[in-house]
Nanobody, 115 residues
Framework: QVQLVESGGGLVQPGGSLRLSCAAS????????MSWVRQAPDKGLEWVSG????????YYADSVKGRFTISRDNAKNTLYLQMNSLKPEDTALYYC????????WGQGTQVTVSS
């Protein structure tokens, strides 16, 4: 049974930091490209960051470049997103996505940036 379980979201003040985690099971995590995708209230899905299976190629949306860092630990079957210098516009439900031939999605973790 495939599972992606996100955690680490919460309420943080502008300028603060959070680290999201995505624990994967039920598939060969190391063989999949992984991404973080977010959905702000009343908006569509926005791709945030991606990392290939080998961990050396990482990509970021312009809106988060220089502030967010994606990483993965294939030994722990876990994907991470370190988010620094958070802004109110980063408020969203953050999803973990695994892609190879098919897509797998987690249930999301809420990030709220507000003073």
């Amino acid at each position: 049974q495939v599972q992606l379980v996100e955690s680490g979201g919460g309420l943080v003040q502008p300028g603060g930091s959070l680290r999201l985690s995505c624990a994967a099971s039920g598939f060969t995590f190391s063989s999949y490209a992984m991404s973080w995708v977010r959905q702000a209230p009343d908006k569509g899905l926005e791709w945030v960051s991606g990392i290939y299976s080998g961990s050396s190629d990482k990509y970021y949306a312009d809106s988060v470049k220089g502030r967010f860092t994606i990483s993965r630990d294939n030994a722990k079957n876990t994907l991470y997103l370190q988010m620094n210098s958070l802004k109110p516009e980063d408020t969203a439900l953050y999803y973990c996505n695994a892609r190879r031939v098919v897509d797998y999605w987690g249930q999301g973790t809420q990030v709220t940036v507000s003073s």
